[in-house]
């Protein structure tokens, strides 16, 4: 079946780049000069018996990749009681670890965050696919036209802005207009009902906007090229001498074939929309997974950075697989018949 | 026999990157009479498929209708709006394009694109109706309507141009053009099709248009035959005239040039040189270059030849062809 | 070469051109055009930290209180820098990966094609930041970074243009001929591709220099140098509060200006390497019948009877 085999090898992908990903993380932060015992566990601000938890959990004092004695000796599964072991078991656990500056267990942490970072990508990814896609579109439809020209120009402009410093023009021009930090107005919590999740969606509009920005001109740019393809392939023809209006010819036909490839690029495109998440969250001091990631940097908290670089990079692999299925699902020629 | 489509002196120019028009196709004359049909041969380039897309406004967006009048039932569709066209299109001319395999959009179900045409046209309205016509249109052309819900890729080469033609009929036009429907296909094939369009024509009185590089196939299948060269008419006729009395030195070549199954082993004739380059055409007679007609004359290099009716209904394009 | 005259004349591409020669000019010449030499160092009272723009510093000062314009046309150095050489390097590797995986194919081709699928799959900034932070801060450190990590494009585009030239004849004769692989895929496989690796390298410059930004402003820069990154990154920290735009918004200029004057240039040697079709199939065709009205038909058709 040509259906399950594509599934099959889209899945295997999706495992082995997660496997890659996870032993590159552990390798990453215990190939630091220095001590790495001291790197994840040293912080004044640890207390002694979080230190010695810790020690214990993830086997520091072990071997780090392979106990070679005891492979000489013949014990096998001995051989592997050491740090990466213990950091995989850990993983699966949903230990991570905890962050040096806050104490806290950075699995706690990354939850706690990970649906703010969510809905303002949602947010920004659903108005730029929308809008990007829209106006591809037109442009492709209007090749050639002065319409075609400004709206190739604005997706090349957004394309070369940098994201931080889009944040950064639109945080001067709203000062004053709109909440340009945090996720809501100091004093307000989520007791408060209401009040509460609508000053946080006051506080979402600009990194929204900004994100939206951004990546509608990726779209653009893409969706521009795809519907030119489309448009000049036999059967738009077809639909022409059908006596099809061009407003069904440009709905029945051409989106629908323009859409299959949109799909598989905004799943490549999604490493770097997280990218740009990073850059938003830390312009506007929103407090999702990237701006976390912004802090653990400046404060060396590695297991925070550790931890926030395996979630983003799984998330990136499990939305390029879901998308892979969608792609399956959609386009009839990849279909098992 | 009533005229169903008329057209005069038809000349399409396509307009070079440059802005120079170049002239494809010149004066093109000729009548379509109801339940007849019709052979437009020529080799590949000589401008019959751009006469066909002209009748229905399709040429590519460098091309321009310069010339002529396209009389359908009487109405010359030449004054027609856009919008107009789009009601003549497919209702009562519809058209069987060259390389049907990417005619079929390749993610909608062959039915939907059939359904489509009915819709469109309100052929049949009612979703369930319309996909149960689509299946006896499948049916009608060879097809088992179960079939109707897979995808092109799904179906053979044979199939797909079958499938197109059930599309092309979905809304009983009054005249169906199909361009080199057999072009890509196999003989055993080709065989089918040709068969399909002679049945069609006789079950349903169509008036069949036949673009074709094979002389064989519109033996066969045509009434009345169109001989175009380089852009503009060598010979009109009917088939019996064209194929036992053709008169224009092109079409004398082109049937010498056919293999002959009686004479197998007799060597392929064929005509030497090129068809002209649209950007540098021969002032005169666009076949003088290659003519070898010993009656050629300086007046074939000066003059383009008029399209003459020699005898009644046979019409040539050549300076040395007297009235019989 | 035909490639340069069709690139003289589209607009965007000489607009891009033109911007960008504007751009390492002032990077060349730094030391002359610069008021101030931005790395040494400054005696700064509490009035320069962040004075606004006057006669002497027209671009004011930053919040160390040096000459927010020199800062600006020396970082045009890092950004340049870094752009041409990570994006060299990424090419090298992309292009040597794709041709081989492109000639061999089979195995090798495979395998070679999976990294590139993994390595794209894995989100850019964050395993760039991910890297620096632990590796540490420098220059070549991000250069290598942005370098090794950026050939996957290229890989896969060399690789698709070398699988369809490798059956064409010429390639076919050499190899009858007996040449040796090195050979054919350095003579003759190669040449064909050049043009459009220059296009995607174009491209790809940009890709670095936003890359090297971001880190920048993320705090990931080179310290010991001005980038516009860096600037931002204290501006950001320290200037915003103040509304101190003259040092907030020059640098993001410069890097808007120099990104977009690659794209533009990208754009048009895409356009001309890879050249995609003018028209489709849904134009206004209120043109398409021109009677020339008035004449006599032209060639004296006799209108059967």
């Known amino acids: ?315 990136v692999i499990l939305a390029n697989f879901l998308a892979d299925l969608l792609y399956s699902v959609l386009d009839p020629r990849v279909r098992a018949e | 026999m009533a005229i169903l489509l008329d057209v005069r002196d038809l000349s399409v120019d396509y307009l070079a990157d440059d802005g120079t028009p170049l002239h494809a196709v010149d004066g093109v004359t000729f009548r379509l009479e109801e339940g007849r049909s019709l052979g437009l041969v020529g080799e590949s380039g000589c401008g019959k498929t751009t006469v066909m897309l002209a009748i229905l406004r399709l040429l590519p967006q460098e091309g321009r209708i310069v010339r002529g009048q396209v009389l359908f039932d009487g109405k010359d569709l030449l004054q027609y709006s856009e919008a107009q066209m789009r009601q003549v299109r497919w209702q009562h001319i519809s058209m069987v394009f060259q390389g049907a395999m990417n005619a079929l959009n390749p993610v909608r179900t062959i039915e939907s694109q059939i359904v489509e045409a009915l819709q469109v046209h309100s052929v049949v309205e009612h979703a369930q109706a319309a996909r149960e016509r689509a299946g006896e249109l499948l049916r009608l052309v060879g097809i088992p309507p179960e079939r109707g819900s897979q995808y092109p890729h799904q179906y053979s080469g044979g199939m797909r141009q079958r499938a197109v033609i059930a599309m092309a009929l979905a809304c009983n036009p009054r005249i169906l053009i199909a361009d080199e429907p057999t072009t890509a296909l196999d003989v055993m094939i080709q065989a089918q099709i040709l068969e399909l369009l002679e049945r069609l024509q006789a079950e349903l009185h169509l008036s069949l248009i036949l673009v074709t590089h094979d002389l064989g196939m519109v033996a066969e299948v045509c009434d009345d035959v169109l001989v175009m060269y380089g852009g503009v008419v060598a010979e009109y006729a009917s088939s019996d005239v064209i194929f036992n009395d053709p008169c224009h030195p092109y079409t004398q070549r082109l049937l010498q040039a056919f293999p002959d199954v009686g004479r197998p082993g007799a060597a392929l004739a064929s005509i030497p040189g090129n068809p002209p380059r649209l950007d540098d055409l021969p002032p005169g007679c666009r076949f003088q270059p290659r003519c070898d007609c010993p009656r050629r004359g300086p007046i074939c290099a000066h003059e383009p030849p008029p399209l003459t009716e020699i005898a009644p209904g046979h019409y040539v394009a050549c300076h040395w062809v007297r009235k019989v | ?182 050979r054919i895929i350095l003579r003759h496989i190669f040449p064909q591709v050049l043009p459009l690796i220059i296009a995607e390298a174009v491209l790809d410059i940009s890709v670095a220099i936003l890359a090297e930004s971001s880190l920048a402003f993320l705090g990931l820069g080179d310290p010991t140098l001005v980038s516009w990154g860096m600037m931002l990154n204290f501006a950001f920290e320290r200037a915003i509060s103040r509304q101190a735009w003259w040092f907030l918004l020059p640098p993001g200029f410069a890097i808007v200006w120099v990104s977009l004057s690659l794209v533009l240039i990208g754009n048009t040697l895409d356009q001309i390497v890879n050249p995609r079709l003018r028209t489709h199939h849904l134009f206004d065709a209120r043109r398409m019948v021109a009677l020339v009205t008035g004449e006599p038909p032209q060639r004296g058709v006799e209108l059967p009877g």
């Open chain 3, 1 to 182: 070469m035909k490639f340069l005259r069709q690139f003289i004349h589209s607009p965007m591409g000489v607009i891009g051109a033109a911007m960008l020669l504007v751009v390492v000019l002032v990077a060349i010449f730094a030391p002359f055009l610069a008021p101030y030499d931005p790395y040494e160092r400054v005696e700064a009272s509490p009035e320069d930290i962040l004075a606004p723009p006057d006669r002497d510093h027209l671009l004011g000062r930053d919040d160390a209180g040096k000459d927010v314009l020199s800062l600006l046309i020396y970082g045009a150095r890092v950004s340049l820098i870094v752009g041409f050489t990570a994006s060299f390097m990424s090419m090298l590797i992309g292009t040597t990966v794709g041709l081989v995986a492109g000639y061999y194919g089979g195995r090798i081709g495979n395998l070679l094609m999976r990294l590139a699928d993994f390595l794209m799959v894995i989100p850019d900034l964050p395993l760039m930041l991910v890297i620096i932070a632990v590796w540490g801060r420098g220059l070549w450190k991000i250069i290598l970074v942005i370098g090794i990590l950026g050939w996957t494009y290229t890989a896969r585009l060399v690789r698709s243009q070398v699988l369809s030239i490798r059956e064409r004849q010429f390639v076919l004769r050499a190899r009858a001929l007996g040449a040796s692989d090195a």
């Open chain 1, 1 to 315: 079946m040509e259906r399950g085999n594509y599934i099959l090898r889209k899945t295997a992908f999706a495992v082995v780049t997660l496997l890659a990903v996870i032993v590159f993380n552990f390798f990453l932060f215990r190939v630091l000069p220095g001590d790495p015992v001291k790197l994840i566990i040293h912080s004044p601000r640890m207390t002694r018996e979080a230190q010695e938890r810790i020690r214990v959990q993830f086997g520091l004092d072990k071997p780090v990749w392979v106990d070679t004695d005891r492979l000489r000796q013949g014990d096998i599964l001995g051989a592997l009681d050491t740090q990466f072991t213990a950091y995989v078991v850990n993983l699966f656990r949903g230990n991570l670890g905890i962050s040096f500056t806050t104490r806290q267990d950075v699995a706690r942490l990354l939850a706690e965050r990970v649906w703010r970072t969510v809905v303002l990508l949602l947010g920004g990814e659903a108005v730029a696919i929308l809008l990007g896609m829209a106006l591809g579109l037109i442009a492709a439809w209007r090749r050639g036209t002065r319409l075609d020209a400004a709206i190739l120009l604005w997706g090349l402009f957004s394309w070369a802005l940098p994201t931080f410093f889009l944040g950064i023009i639109l945080l001067i021009l709203a000062r004053g207009h709109l909440p340009v930090g945090g996720m809501a107005t100091p004093g307000l919590r989520p007791q408060d009902g209401l009040s509460y999740w609508l000053d946080v969606a006051k506080h979402l509009i600009l990194p929204t906007i900004t994100m939206a920005i951004v990546y509608t001109g990726e779209y653009i740019l893409i969706m521009r090229s795809g519907v030119m393809e489309v448009l000049a392939e036999d059967y738009i023809l077809t639909a022409k001498a059908k006596g099809l209006s061009t407003f069904r010819v440009l709905r029945d036909h051409a989106l629908k074939n323009a859409m299959l490839p949109m799909v598989t690029v905004i799943a490549l495109t999604f490493g770097y929309t997280v990218g740009g998440a990073i850059q938003v969250e830390t312009v506007f001091s929103w407090p999702g997974i990237g701006r976390l990631m912004y802090e653990a940097v400046q404060k060396r908290d590695y297991p925070v950075l550790q931890g926030s670089f395996l979630l983003l990079a799984v998330s």
